[in-house]
């Protein structure tokens, strides 16, 4: 297992970009006067001509972008998760994914993990507004392999893709050597019958060591990490509910519209199963440090952990 | 353009006005007023000044048109099929299930429609992004879009005229169809919008103000634009709602309704003398 990398994804994202965009040279980066935030300036650095800052005008920005997919380009639009899929939902449903233009939308500061700069740049409703938009890809990865992983990915596919970044430095999970990213691929990160725990994003490394640590309990959780919430893995999903006959799923967003409903959708409709949902419980976050935050929301080891004890003991 | 020219603009606009009264009319929907406000500029534009290939639709290096106020395509619709993107039986069953023209543009189903429109505001940050590309793969085609002046009010317009004078594009041509009427009545009682030339010359536009009925000031203005370098060009061009069909001239009502079967007959009728009398006019 090669050495861990603490980085946040935002930055894993912007590395990618300039690493793709070496040999494509269809990809032009746009940011909203957020560049050194969401990390596209790392992009802008090493090819100022494919990069172009709209200003704080991320309606625009993403009308310009779709005017580019037209015309032949692969477009990279960048904000905060809450400006990028809040601001500019409308011209994201209607100019990108409606005529399935190839626009790559990327989110950075999504979740509560943003941290002191409170709950109006805290967005914790973005997968559930694009999981909405028909045509849309959603792509939420865990760790610093996964998101370069993801960034190829998105890029190579034809078609408007939503992708979620961190603002917090995390630990990468993922073996580079071994690891294998699919789109619309579920992963199975630990194997147990007693539980499925289904999580997504910056959460996944915290159910990991939770169930981890519950090893020693004699408690085997599954953990499945989904990095693709549309399409989502439905097969995966359904031997876990059928395998387990219990769910709980993780994420760092509002429990409704997110993973625990895509995850729902699919259960409810095959092999019904109680879902227990570790989210945001509708509820708006507030200032603090990111750490903290987490674990005042219960998103953390220890929280999860608990909350798998319960279900399992139930 | 000499008199012969303008005879044969004229009867292709006269041709695209029945057109978008026959589409509405077989809907038994849309938007025919502003479909005839906006007629003689789609008309100049595909039949004078764009490079484009009915035969491919997805050229390249063709120009490019974005219908910004987008619920205008009837009339459209009806220049391209003139212009031989597709049938005009289409216009049969525009608005219909199933059917290829769809109430707004559609860019994936329609040949000839190079953006797909409707939410007023979003089709010039569209085609700035064209025009961008344009600049960007040093191509030399041109971006047209046409607003409504009452869709100016939305603020992504103006996000999108920063964008365009701060990126130079003066491969980018934006007319405001100032018929002067919206849904909820004249543009001036709904909304302030007007100074409209000083707005965009206070954006960075080099602004041209015409008569849109006018196809020798279409043209004037649009070989000034080619003429502008540095900067994008605003066409404020005045136009008359309903243009061709007398009760639907300058009425607020007929902005998103369609003719009965006696005022499409009306309709027909009088757009029929028009064409008869431009015809007269060439002998």
């Given at each position: 297992m090669a050495e861990t990398v603490l980085k946040a994804t935002r930055e894993s994202f912007g590395e990618a970009l300039c690493e793709l965009a070496e040999t494509n040279k269809d990809i032009v980066v746009f940011d909203a006067d957020l560049a050194a935030a969401t990390k596209t300036s790392i992009f802008q650095k090493k090819y100022p001509e494919r990069f172009f800052d709209c200003g704080i005008a991320e309606g625009n920005m993403i009308g310009v972008a779709a005017g580019m997919a037209a015309a032949g380009k692969i477009p990279v639009a960048a904000s905060f998760a809450m400006f990028a899929t809040g601001r500019a939902f409308e011209q994201i449903r209607n100019s990108v994914a409606y005529p399935e233009l190839n626009v790559k939308i990327a989110g950075s500061h999504a979740g509560i993990s943003t941290g002191e700069d409170g709950a109006t740049h805290q967005c914790i409703e973005d997968i559930a507004i694009m999981r909405a938009i028909p045509n849309m890809m959603v792509l939420n990865p865990a760790d610093h392999w996964e998101m370069k992983a993801a960034t190829k990915a998105a890029i190579a596919y034809d078609g408007p893709v939503y992708i979620r970044l961190g603002r917090l430095a995390i630990p990468s999970f993922n073996d580079p050597d071994t690891y294998e990213f699919e789109l619309g691929k579920g992963i199975t990160l630990h194997e147990g019958d007693d539980v499925a725990v289904i999580a997504t994003g910056l959460v996944v490394n915290e159910a990991l060591k939770a169930v981890r640590e519950l090893e020693t309990e004699g408690i085997n959780a599954r953990l499945i990490n989904i990095h693709t919430i549309k399409p989502i893995d439905r097969d995966i999903i359904i031997k876990a509910a059928r395998e387990t006959g219990r769910i709980i799923t993780v994420e760092e967003?509002?429990?409704?519209?997110g993973l625990a409903d895509a995850v729902s959708e699919v259960v409810t409709a095959t092999c019904p199963v109680k879902i227990t949902r570790i989210g945001v419980q509708d509820r708006f976050g507030y200032s603090g440090p990111a750490w903290e935050l987490l674990d005042n929301f219960g998103l953390t080891q220890p929280h999860i952990a608990n909350v798998i004890r319960r279900v399992v003991g139930n | 353009m000499d008199s012969s020219e303008i005879k044969q603009l004229k009867l292709l606009a006269n041709k695209a006005r029945t057109g978008a009264i026959i589409g509405t009319y077989h809907a038994k929907s849309g938007h025919p007023g502003g479909s005839l406000s906006a007629a003689d500029i789609f008309t100049y534009l595909y039949f004078k000044e764009m490079r484009v290939d009915p035969e491919n639709?997805?050229?390249?290096?063709r120009d490019r048109f974005v219908l910004?106020?987008?619920?205008?395509c009837p009339s459209l619709y009806a220049v391209l099929s003139l212009k031989g993107f597709f049938d005009w039986d289409e216009l049969l069953s525009l608005?219909?299930?199933?059917?290829?023209?769809?109430g707004h543009p559609d860019m994936k189903g329609t040949p000839g429609i190079d953006m797909s429109t409707g939410s007023l505001g979003q089709g010039v940050s569209a085609a700035c992004g064209m025009a961008l590309a344009a600049k960007l793969d040093n191509k030399d085609y041109r971006v047209y879009t046409v607003l409504g002046d009452g869709e100016v009010e939305e603020g992504q317009v103006w996000e999108a005229a920063m964008f365009a004078s701060h990126h130079k594009l003066d491969n980018l041509v934006v007319f405001v169809?100032?018929?002067?009427?919206?849904i909820d009545g004249p543009v001036t009682e709904v909304a302030g919008i007007e100074p409209l030339d000083k707005k965009f010359e206070a954006f960075g536009f080099k602004v041209l103000k015409i008569d849109g009925h006018d196809f020798e000031q279409i043209k004037d203005a649009l070989d000034t634009a080619r003429t502008v370098k540095g900067m994008p060009t605003a066409i404020l061009a005045k136009t008359v709602k309903g243009k061709g069909v007398s009760f639907m001239?300058?009425?607020?009502?007929?902005?998103g309704v369609a003719p009965n079967k006696e005022q499409y007959a009306q309709a027909v009728f009088e757009l029929k003398k028009q064409a008869l009398e431009i015809k007269g006019g060439l002998d």
């Open positions: 967003h509002n429990v409704i519209g | 639709p997805a050229w390249e290096d910004s106020k987008g619920h205008c608005r219909h299930v199933g059917a290829m023209l769809q169809d100032q018929n002067g009427l919206q001239e300058n009425q607020v009502g007929w902005h």
